[in-house]
């Protein structure tokens, strides 16, 4: 369940350079496998691998824009 999510969010990160890339799927597979969760707890707590990354992207653009 985790390593399915995660496989479709990686198909989502073409453009994310790829340490940032691996070092962010790493971080949250530590985390869903830690705490446990199952695929509706997954996509509950951070949406479809499609919203997750949407939200990951502008999140970076915002901290971006904060730093300028």
Do not use: C
């Not at 479809?48 to 970076?60: A, F, G, R, S, V």
Request: aromatic share 10%; net charge negative.
């Amino acid at each position: 369940m985790v390593n399915e999510y995660l496989a479709d969010v990686r198909s989502y990160m073409a453009g994310v350079p790829e340490n940032e890339r691996e070092e962010l799927l790493q971080f949250y597979e530590e985390q869903m496998i830690d705490a446990g969760l199952t695929s509706d707890q997954i996509v509950e707590k951070y949406g479809t691998p499609k919203d997750y990354i949407w939200l990951h992207h502008h999140e970076n653009h915002a901290r971006l824009a904060e730093r300028q």
